[in-house]
């Protein structure tokens, strides 16, 4: 069965670190995957944060989220290395794995709870 699990979320203070994972299951983070992660703060729509390409050599970042969050991704797990956090970094991430030969093996996991106190 095919699935995404994040993990790594929690409660930090303002100006704290930290690391999001994201672990793939039936398939693996090859070239053949875009990988993306995505928040929903409270009362807001989902939003793209950070996204790299199958090959990793490209990233591209949300204007909130730049200079402050890192993506990357192995084999088996994608990251989002998240630093300076701030109370508008409040959110569930999730993580998103689409396919560049199979568009319809588009992967999304059950989202992991940040919760930044000031």
């Known amino acids: 069965q095919v699935h995404l699990v994040e993990s790594g979320g929690g409660l930090v203070r303002s100006g704290g670190s930290l690391t999001l994972s994201c672990a793939a299951s039936?398939?693996?983070?090859?070239?053949?995957?875009?990988v993306s992660w995505y928040r929903q703060r409270p009362e807001h729509e989902r939003e793209l944060c950070a996204a790299i390409t199958g090959a990793g050599g490209t990233t591209n970042y949300a204007d909130s989220v730049t200079g402050r969050f890192t993506i990357s991704k192995d084999k088996n797990k994608a990251y989002l290395q998240m630093n300076s956090l701030n109370t508008e970094d409040t959110a569930m991430y999730y993580c998103?794995?689409?396919?560049?030969?199979?568009?319809?093996?588009?992967?999304w996991g059950q989202g992991t709870q940040v919760t930044v106190s000031s």
């Open positions: 039936g398939f693996t983070f090859s070239s053949d995957y875009a």
């Open positions: 998103n794995a689409i396919s560049y030969s199979h568009i319809e093996d588009d992967y």
